[in-house]
């Protein structure tokens, strides 16, 4: 119900677009975000978006990502610039909602910041 693109292989210091997408039987959609995990490594909180637009984010990636939303097509972009090897991770979008606890999830894209 959320179908996640756009990763793929970048060299450092690249950009990449991940879009997320929500289908029509997801309605009432309140924060998005991304969290990541890499090789190794928890998952983390990469960014999040309320439906208001306010954002927030990882400290690691502050100034080089952006985290936005289309409320209209139920969408979910994070543009990635400046990549670094430690970025490399897949990424997973989420959505919440306002009649269930536990927030929609899509299936992940994987990130790789390789030269």
């Known amino acids: 119900q959320l179908q996640a693109s756009g990763g793929g292989l970048v060299q450092p210091g690249g950009s990449l677009r991940l879009s997320c997408a929500a289908s029509?039987?997801?309605?009432?959609?309140?924060?998005m975000g991304w969290y990541r995990q890499g090789p190794g490594k928890q998952r983390e909180l990469v960014a999040s978006i309320s439906k208001s637009g306010s954002t927030n984010y990882a400290d690691s990636v502050r100034g080089r990502f952006t985290i936005s939303r289309d409320n209209a097509k139920n969408t979910l972009y994070l543009q990635m610039n400046m990549l670094k090897p430690e970025d490399t991770a897949v990424y997973y979008c989420?959505?919440?909602?306002?009649?269930?606890?536990?927030?929609?999830w899509g299936q992940g894209t994987l990130v790789t910041v390789s030269s």
């Open positions: 989420y959505a919440g909602v306002t009649y269930r606890v536990n927030p929609y």
């Open positions: 029509r039987t997801i309605s009432y959609i309140t924060s």
